[in-house]
């Protein structure tokens, strides 16, 4: 197959550069891969978010490839990551992970102002 | 102090009191052993001040400060709490540093925090680049220690996770039960867990009440941090800053995580993970690929992120 076989016009430009962007991504997550599967990162938006945090809309956020995507708005968005976890489903756990309780809490654990 | 009356829960007892500039609080799963609890905690806690504060004149790393240039024989309790520094320092790459001392300092954080608050905002001060965990010299053969001159300590961050740590395994053994030790809101435990776990709030302050807080987790053994960026903070000049410095700059690290929460084998384990991720910024995501830790990490703009299996509250 020859090698240019479209017609050198801006837009075929566009699609080749986004192409090469979508490429790049790949390129980023494969080198990256080993931190996606030793920790899964996802994210939601926090019950006590400032306004910026809720109910914006699709928001990617991500560090060094372990991108993690959060659509829709407020406490009611989904979570997933990019190897296809979901929510607090399908994580790549801990020995020493903690579970959700329903028990009111013993202590709270947060900054400590004094 | 404090019994959980629902009949669902485990009825818990609870003691707290003030010690090391923080709230230390003691829960314990039989009421017959919570002033022996208390008790033991104290002890440990003022052991701990006489050891590793920094504000007292009288603690034993006042002692290097002043001989610093010269090895100091120190006690087993001040050796073992600069090891475990250390330790933290070379395991994050530097960003857990205990020779943060005068950084620290030159921020106006000299004093308890009550005293830092009560004054007038300092003026700044000229900051820079701290001289580095690798100057500081340990000996275990002799337990001496040796720092350059003119560098100070500051074990804060992981001082106080030990103190924590050592207090309830101390606890458990001594009333031969389960125990919870938080102390400003990190967390260790040890022997039996209640039916469940220990629950756990999660919230940017610690004196959140059980109602209020963000979540709730279970946890059945070692411990749980949260470092925080909002709280613990103080004026200088015009501008707030907050006890979490960057080794790098010497000054106050800029929020990009409001609070993050970890657990860990201990409260040690999980107390590194969250000061490191509150130095390390945005990249704390892919560093934190390298620690076998759960993370909450709340951003600046409220996005959670959770990390190693952290669990998220279901959606609806």
Redesign the interface.
């Known amino acids: 197959m020859s090698p240019i076989d479209q017609p050198n016009t801006p837009e075929n430009r566009d699609k080749a550069r986004s192409r090469l962007r979508t490429l790049t991504r790949g390129a980023i997550f494969a080198a990256t891969g080993a931190t996606v599967v030793i920790g899964v990162v996802v994210s939601r938006d926090h019950p006590g978010a400032g306004s910026t945090g809720k109910g914006a809309g699709a928001t990617t956020s991500g560090s060094s490839g372990s991108v993690s995507t959060s659509a829709g708005s407020g406490s009611s968005s989904s979570s997933s990551s990019n190897t296809g976890s979901t929510g607090n489903t399908g994580n790549t756990g801990s020995s020493s992970s903690p579970s959700i309780s329903q028990s009111t809490p013993t202590v709270t654990s947060g900054g400590s102002s004094g | 102090m404090t019994c959980?009356t629902?009949t669902h829960?485990p009825v818990?007892a609870?003691r707290s009191f003030r010690a090391i500039?923080?709230?230390a609080?003691v829960?314990v799963q039989d009421p017959a052993a919570a002033d022996s609890a208390e008790r033991m905690l104290a002890a440990e806690l003022e052991a701990f001040d006489l050891a590793c504060s920094r504000f007292r004149e009288d603690s034993q790393l006042q002692v290097v400060h002043a001989n610093a240039g010269s090895s100091v024989e120190v006690g087993e309790l001040l050796f073992e709490a600069l090891r475990v520094a250390l330790d933290a320092a070379e395991r994050t790459g530097g960003a857990v540093d205990p020779t943060i001392g005068n950084a620290i300092a030159a921020l106006g954080y000299d004093a308890?925090?009550?005293e830092v608050?009560a004054r007038p905002p300092a003026p700044p001060q000229a900051l820079g680049a701290v001289a580095g965990y690798m100057h500081v010299q340990l000996n275990p053969r002799t337990r001496t220690v040796r720092i350059p001159r003119g560098v100070r300590l500051d074990l804060g961050s992981t001082a106080k996770a030990l103190a924590a740590d050592r207090a309830v395994t101390r606890i458990a053994d001594g009333i031969g039960g389960g125990a919870?030790v938080?102390l400003?809101?990190?967390?260790a435990v040890a022997g039996p867990p209640p039916t469940?776990?220990?629950?756990?709030?999660?919230?940017?302050?610690?004196?959140?009440?059980?109602g209020m807080?963000?979540?709730?987790?279970?946890?059945m053994?070692?411990g749980?941090?949260?470092?925080?960026?909002?709280?613990?903070a103080w004026k200088v000049g015009d501008r707030q800053v907050h006890h979490i410095v960057d080794p790098r700059t010497g000054d106050s690290v800029a929020p990009y995580w409001v609070?993050v929460?970890a657990?860990?084998?201990s409260c040690v384990?999980a107390n590194i993970v969250t000061t490191a991720s509150i130095v390390w910024g945005?990249?704390?995501?892919?560093?934190?690929?390298?620690?076998?830790?759960?993370v909450r990490l709340?951003?600046?703009?409220?996005?959670?992120?959770?990390?190693?299996?952290?669990?998220?509250?279901?959606?609806?």
């Open positions: 959980t629902d829960e818990l609870t500039g923080t709230t609080t829960v308890d925090l009550g608050h919870l938080s400003g809101g990190d967390v469940g776990g220990w629950a756990v709030g999660i919230a940017r302050e610690s004196s959140t009440p059980a807080v963000d979540q709730v987790v279970a946890i053994h070692g749980l941090a949260s470092s925080a960026t909002a709280v613990r609070l929460s657990t860990g084998t384990e945005e990249q704390a995501l892919g560093r934190l690929a390298g620690f076998d830790q759960s709340v951003r600046f703009d409220g996005k959670v992120f959770s990390v190693n299996g952290w669990p998220l509250e279901p959606t609806t």
